[in-house]
């Protein structure tokens, strides 16, 4: 067995630590390799016979990459590691009891790469794991960050390790001492208390690594590339923001503290800016349909196709992150029909096809049309330098996950990036938001308790002076 590539300056510190260690968490953004430090780990310890086999779960969508990355870092005797879906475990009695058996029959390394699927103490696949876990002397949960709500997130990823870390033998002991819990939604954290208490106690378990600390990659380069509505679509635009913002569901305000009505609401804003019509009330489903008899009658279709004219060197490779399903289906259609090679990376996608499709992206593909909700987990893009958001969500740490899978180790070009955005319309306060890494929800609530009376008016983003410097970071 032996090791292909080097460890960074920084990868080697973060296995010179965790070695000490029987359990350890190693939290590295993406693009920093924790793979690598994973293995180097792994490799140590079977070496100083300490393992003889390691249990590697990982999301079912990162087992083909998880696969070619080991295989890029080293030669490895059949059969030391075992790959399993987190997923597959909350479904499949065959593939809990092969686990099972596993960690009581070798000297088993447990690596449990992205953790925070684990988060949940309730969870069939939390059970599962922890199952698997008491019969592992070492153990490491990977992630790119701890947290991905609350400091609540932590309990569970850190008792598979060990419950003596954060001194508590149940998630109920936990709560008690931690979690203020809301009057009216009893499942809903209010806030988390005396969190520094919980950093103290993993802090020498944990390696945390920050992308912008320690690499130096090519940089990015932000665009923006602007349309108007056309005056029927702009009249549609008003008359959802009317019903959606009715005098009557603001002052009712329980409906808006659940978060519902105001996720609806920006969804059905969004909607008319890529070109639909929306036909329910505020308080039903969504239901839309197309506001244009032909695709290229779309403004914002019209913005794309010229941004890839004048933005994107001919031949380059390009990802367009969509964020609903037929934003996907219509731009396939555009581009098909001038004669471009398309391959499609969709949330609904069987495993088997999307690498397919990936593969498709890495060979002859020119383009590839994406949604955020295959960003999350085994997206590797880092051979394409040009990113295109024909539409964005308000979440500000899945759009930097999406501009990561470009942005990372091994991009060797400076990654461009171009938002399409709908003048003085929801477009633009997502993009306020997202470049100040704001919730957009949030302020939004803030707005309404503050009895905001230019709401209207904020949602468009127009409370202050619009202008290209905000937009091109």
Known sequence: MKLKTKLFPYQKDAADKLIHL???????EMGTGKTRVALE????????GKINHVIWLCPCSCKKNLKEDIKKHVDIEQGLIDICGIETLSSSYTANV???????????????DESLLCKNPMALRSEAITRIAENCRYKLILNGTPISKNYADLFQQFYLLDWRILGYRSYWSFAANHLEMDDRYKHKIRRVLNTAYLTDKIAPFTVEIK????????????MSE??????NQCEH???????????????????FADSVIIYRTFNALQQVTSGRRILSKASQHIWSVPFFEKIEENPRIQCLSGTIKNDIPIGEKVVIWCKFKHEISDIKVLLEHQGCSVAICDGDLSHKKRNEELEKFKGPAQFLLANKSCAGFGL????CHNAIFYNNDWDWATREQAEDRLHRIGQTESVKIIDIYAFSKIDVRILKCINSKESMSNLFKRELKNKNKNLFEWIDGKEDKLGEDWIDR
């Open 211 to 222: 992308k912008d600390d320690v690499l130096k990659l090519p940089e990015k380069q932000y």
């Open 98 to 112: 092969k686990m099972l058996k596993m960690s009581k029959s070798y000297s088993c390394f447990l690596i449990v």
């Open 22 to 28: 029987k359990v350890g968490a190693l939290f590295m």
């Open 380 to 383: 590797n893009l880092q051979f």
């Open 226 to 231: 602007c349309f108007s509505m056309t005056s």
């Open 41 to 48: 780990l792994m490799i140590r310890r079977f070496y100083a």
């Open 237 to 255: 635009y008003e008359k959802v923001k009317n019903d959606f913002l009715s005098e009557e569901l603001l002052l009712g305000g329980n409906e």
